[in-house]
């Protein structure tokens, strides 16, 4: 890539019909709120255009969208959100494909476009129950498991520690103290049997 440089990139639009939500709002909601957020989303502005038109009642469920560098803002988005209303969530995650576009830097040399695939979160927020028999919906003032690591393949599950064998900071300093004191004691013992075996007590 020695004569090319890198141009825009180029994500694949998406529509609502392609969230992985079919079926999944009540069957009163007829529409949601999307709320797509990047790297560069500034978080206030879009959690209270949120809590806008929750409060206006013009809408009782949202999506919120975040793909690559948005992923992390798309959960804090999420959270906060939660902290206002009892909001039930269903987290789903997908992919999106992306247009890396190369232009030549010499003649005779054609642009380059390399798709790839980056990682794409949607979280389905609704003030209403979702319908049942959806599995991994997380209830308004729960916990989610969405994150753990699975057990059964060999991870291990959030908040674990790393090691479980480590041994406290003060057992690991500790050694090292008893064996300079016995050293001392023996240091001193030794003196006083030279003191005794000379006749000086």
């Known amino acids: 890539?020695?004569?090319?440089?890198?141009?825009?990139?180029?994500?694949?639009?998406?529509?609502?019909?392609?969230?992985?939500?079919?079926n999944c709002l009540p069957k009163d909601h007829k529409d949601f709120l999307w709320m797509h957020v990047k790297g560069g989303t500034k978080l206030s502005n879009v959690v209270e255009y949120a809590k806008s038109a929750l409060d206006k009642?013009?809408?009782?469920?949202?999506?919120?969208?975040?793909?690559g560098g948005g992923v992390i803002?798309?959960?804090?988005?999420?959270?906060?959100?939660?902290?206002?209303?009892?909001?039930?969530?269903?987290?789903?995650m997908a992919y999106t494909s992306v247009e890396e576009h190369w232009k030549p830097q010499m003649?005779?040399?054609?642009?380059?476009?390399?798709t790839r695939q980056i990682p794409t979160l949607h979280i389905l927020m609704s003030l209403d129950a979702l319908p049942e028999g959806i599995e991994g919906?997380?209830?308004p003032n729960t916990t989610s498991d969405f994150w753990q690591h699975d057990e059964a393949k060999g991870g291990r599950p959030k908040g674990t520690p790393g090691r479980t064998?480590?041994?406290?900071?003060?057992?690991?300093?500790?050694?090292?103290q008893q064996q300079s004191r016995q050293q001392e004691q023996q240091q001193k013992e030794n003196q006083l049997k030279t003191v005794i075996d000379s006749g000086h007590v």
Not at 81 to 87: E, G
Not at 165 to 176: M, V
Request: glycine share 4%.
């Open 107 to 114: 003649d005779g040399l054609e642009e380059i476009i390399a």
């Open 165 to 176: 064998n480590k041994r406290p900071r003060t057992e690991r300093n500790t050694k090292p």
């Open 57 to 67: 009642g013009e809408y009782r469920s949202l999506v919120w969208s975040g793909s």
């Open 1 to 22: 890539m020695m004569h090319y440089r890198k141009a825009e990139n180029v994500e694949q639009e998406l529509s609502k019909s392609d969230l992985p939500f079919e």
């Open 137 to 139: 919906v997380q209830a």
């Open 73 to 92: 803002k798309t959960i804090s988005c999420a959270e906060v959100l939660k902290r206002s209303y009892p909001l039930y969530q269903f987290t789903r």
